[in-house]
């Protein structure tokens, strides 16, 4: 498990409301903006529209719960969520080539303004996490394990000292 930095008070209210809104947003993704999301749906995903928006809302939901309430776990649920951001991101670039308008982005400058604000999303999630200190202390202090080769006649294996 990566060592869970000491997070300010900053981070954690920015955690909150990252969590936050991840909840609220996957709860619209399930209801009252569901139709919205699927216009963010590319049509290169080979699953229907709908099926995605709903497993989508889903794993927001989860993922919002989880960096609400998941302390021990929390630079992997911020790893995580970065992850998610970055893998729906095409869905914003499908919205935006398109032109397809939803959530009251309804002219290409702002669909265009709404791409800019992915990578403060991920961003926010690894920072609000401690997730961004851990990869910097990892960086700067990589674990320095040793190694020790195990010969048995069935397999070899590297283990820890």
Known sequence: MPHQPHTTTLQ???????????????????????QDFQAQVPDFVPLDKDTVVLQSGVVEIGLG?????WKRRRVAMGLGLAAFYAAVFP????QYTHHLSAFGLDTDKKRLARLFFQPVLMGAALYSTGAWQALQRKKQHPAATPLKLSKSP????????
């Not at 719960?65 to 309430?69: I, N, P, T």
């Not at 869905?91 to 499908?94: A, D």
């Open 91 to 94: 869905g914003n670039i499908h």
């Open 12 to 34: 954690n209210v920015a955690r909150g409301l990252l969590g936050t809104f991840m909840v609220v947003a996957g709860t619209g993704h399930l209801t009252f903006a569901r």
């Open 154 to 161: 069935e397999r070899l294996t590297l283990r820890a000292l």
């Open 65 to 69: 719960l989880a960096l609400l309430l």
